[in-house]
């Protein structure tokens, strides 16, 4: 059954008027000006960096970008989170090169936008998106940014303190691109294209409606065995009473992305985060102008704005403090700040 979105606090779909929040000797102030208690730990936050050595351009919707600015946004990004901070780790949630960039140049450009990450002073969790995989196939992408999974598959979990984890998600497990065209999730997704979009170009959603619309090539599935895996992490995290993060390029909630943008079956993942209460927050990319929601189930849903639509001198990435009852994201410039309270369950 299809949902609809509220429209309320709770379901700011594309806006940036989300709550400000201020660091001060590192506790944090709330906008009302009050200290709060020490965050348990922080890292830092970005999305969409999508460099490539080529002009600047516009995307399928008229929207600039910057594809040569990018990478300056996150060498300072790096530069912020080494000066700054004290954050355990950051997070690059996918599309770390764009797909005009030119073929020759896949995998310099690639190693060049690893490496300014690497300039961060502590551990990089990246995610493959799908303009990764347009550059590169993920027998060569994976190893650059060091994701290390068994048979191609890019979904892992790490805990940075007891009382949290973070689940990453492999959202082009089933995907038409990154896996040879013989391959069997190869060969699902195009069969599921075929079923879903009856476009002969299948990236366009002409005449789909609603959420019928993110059946579309440069989006993915998660296939059977990473939901299997996904509810053992459940599991496990529920047991350990560990609060989750859940980390993916493409979105899981249409409150908080347009329809073309969300996994292809984000209701089957959902369904299953919903099972259980250690869920709290879910941080995708993708979208690029970014949204924020709140689900059913008291999930948030947090899209970040992309670090390659920020003209010349502006800047998009964020750093996140985690306390016991809420995560705070501080957004630099393009990205909004969000405070995210989690409900008692």
């Not at 590169?136 to 992408?141: A, G």
């Not at 989750?244 to 959902?270: I, K, Q, R």
């Not at 927050?281 to 670090?307: F, N, P, Q, T």
């Amino acid at each position: 059954m299809k949902r609809k979105c509220q429209e309320s606090e709770n379901s700011n779909r594309g806006q940036v008027s989300y709550p400000k929040v201020l660091i001060e000797r590192d506790a944090m102030v709330s906008s009302t000006g009050v200290a709060t208690a020490q965050p348990l730990f922080s890292f830092g936050l970005i999305s969409d960096v999508q460099y490539a050595d080529i002009p600047d351009g516009r995307s399928f919707l008229g929207v600039p970008r910057y594809y040569r600015h990018s990478i300056l946004v996150l060498q300072r990004a790096v530069k912020e989170w080494n000066t700054h901070q004290k954050h355990k780790f950051v997070i690059n949630l996918g599309d770390i090169v764009d797909g005009f960039c030119p073929k020759d140049q896949s995998i310099n450009a690639v190693k060049k936008v690893v490496d300014e990450f690497e300039m961060f002073r502590g551990p990089v969790y990246h995610m493959i998106g799908n303009h990764c995989l347009y550059n590169l196939p993920r027998s060569k992408l994976l190893p650059l940014l060091k994701i290390q999974t068994l048979d191609g598959h890019a979904y892992y979990d790490f805990s940075p303190v007891p009382d949290y984890r973070f689940v990453v998600l492999d959202t082009y497990d089933i995907s038409a691109i990154g896996w040879p065209q013989d391959h069997p999730r190869a060969l699902e997704a195009m069969q599921l294209l075929r079923e879903k979009n009856p476009n002969e170009d299948k990236n366009s959603p002409t005449n789909l409606v609603g959420v019928e619309r993110r059946f579309l090539m440069f989006n993915g599935g998660v296939g059977k065995e990473q939901m299997e895996w996904l509810d053992g992490v459940l599991q496990d995290a529920t047991k350990l009473k560990q609060k989750v993060v859940v980390s993916s390029h493409l979105p899981l909630d249409p409150c908080a992305a347009t329809e073309e943008a969300l996994l292809w079956n984000y209701d089957e993942v959902m369904n299953l985060i919903h099972k259980y209460n250690c869920v709290k927050v879910c941080l995708a990319g993708h979208d690029h102008k970014g949204g924020y929601s709140i689900d059913s189930h008291g999930v948030h849903h947090r899209v970040l704005e992309a670090a390659l639509e920020c003209p010349p001198g502006t800047d998009a990435f964020g750093s996140v403090y985690v306390y016991d009852d809420r995560i705070s994201l501080v957004g630099i410039d393009r990205m909004a700040s969000t405070d995210m309270y989690f409900s008692h369950q």
